[in-house]
């Protein structure tokens, strides 16, 4: 589907389909935004060269999964970034490639799917006057779409703040593999944050100079969302060390109750290693065992037993435990 939104000169704005491309064309002080949703491949990429976006530009957009980034050729400059149709709780994630092609007088829009920072901004971008700066409009959607995963992280805190109190008050297994699961997922969202603040941090340092020339504050406008865009990868990279902390302390208290364990092992061992020996050697059946003819032996050596016993015991008790 192409739906189009035309600023005219007259600052008329009308709605519609891809016929007002023409008009726009005709009308040099217009302005256009053009959004596709769900175009299939080989018509997507018609209408892009129609709209002499470069072919490089226009295979990055269609490659799966093609990291976030940003790219200025002659016509466009290309904002590829990841956007969510869904965030839970749990860290889980359902994510689309947007791409954003801004131009002079114009603002082309890619994505698959509905996209909440795409709509919003269709209907409340004539409003702010963001029509006549499509790469302020840009960085106003990417700015949505950041913003939304800034809630669902900090919506997060709660549930960490739980393990962390769970884990500290009574560790165990379950805990521990929530623990692990929220690192993993934690992980692949780094490495997306991470894509989308280099995005910003290069857009920043060599602002293209058609972008610089619209009627709006491109630099401040950039600079917001590279605040946000840092926040959010600062923020993951937090709640992934914190989960990597707690997860290492579990594994100390577990290593640490395996040491004790093991040393009452070993006490108990190091007090029935000699009592065993004692009772293996008059276990043997020889003829010739003087001790086995006394009349009080059975007691002395019992005797000697727990004498034995009761020194380890003792020095055991004073040395290890």
């Not at 504050?217 to 605040?227: A, P």
Request: glycine letters at 6%.
């Amino acid at each position: 589907m192409i739906r189009t939104q035309l600023l005219t000169t007259a600052g008329e704005r009308i709605e519609g389909n891809a016929e007002l491309i023409e008009r726009w064309r005709c009308d040099y002080g217009s302005y256009i935004w053009i959004d596709l949703i769900n175009e299939g491949p080989h018509a997507e990429k018609q209408f892009l060269l129609s709209m002499q976006c470069h072919p490089l530009a226009i295979e990055d957009v269609q490659r799966f999964r093609h990291p976030p980034k940003t790219e200025t050729f002659d016509n466009y400059t290309l904002i590829l970034y990841r956007g969510i149709t869904e965030f839970n709780k749990d860290l889980t994630i359902q994510q689309m490639t947007i791409a954003l092609f801004a131009g002079d007088r114009c603002l082309i829009s890619c994505h698959p799917r509905h996209s909440l920072g795409v709509t919003y901004y269709w209907e409340n971008a004539h409003h702010e006057n963001l029509l006549v700066s499509p790469g302020l409009l840009a960085s106003r959607i990417m700015r949505f779409s950041v913003g939304r995963y800034l809630e669902s992280i900090l919506a997060f805190e709660t549930s960490l703040n739980e393990l962390e109190d769970a884990m500290q008050e009574k560790p165990n297994d379950e805990v521990m593999r929530e623990l692990i699961s929220y690192q993993s997922r934690l992980r692949k969202l780094k490495r997306i944050f991470s894509y989308h603040e280099k995005l910003v941090t290069n857009l920043l340092k060599d602002i293209p100079q058609r972008l610089i020339d619209e009627d709006g504050d491109i630099e401040h406008g950039l600079q917001d969302l590279f605040e946000r865009c840092e926040r959010l990868h600062g923020l993951c990279t937090m709640y992934y060390e914190i989960c990597g902390d707690l997860i290492n302390g579990y594994l100390s208290i577990s290593s640490h109750q395996l040491n004790n364990t093991m040393r009452v092992l070993t006490v108990i061992t190091a007090i029935f290693v000699p009592l065993t020996f004692i009772a293996g050697i008059y276990g043997m059946n020889f003829d010739n065992m003087p001790e086995l003819h006394m009349p009080y032996g059975y007691f002395y050596t019992l005797g000697g037993m727990l004498v034995i016993a009761a020194g380890f015991g003792i020095v055991a008790f004073k040395k290890w435990l």
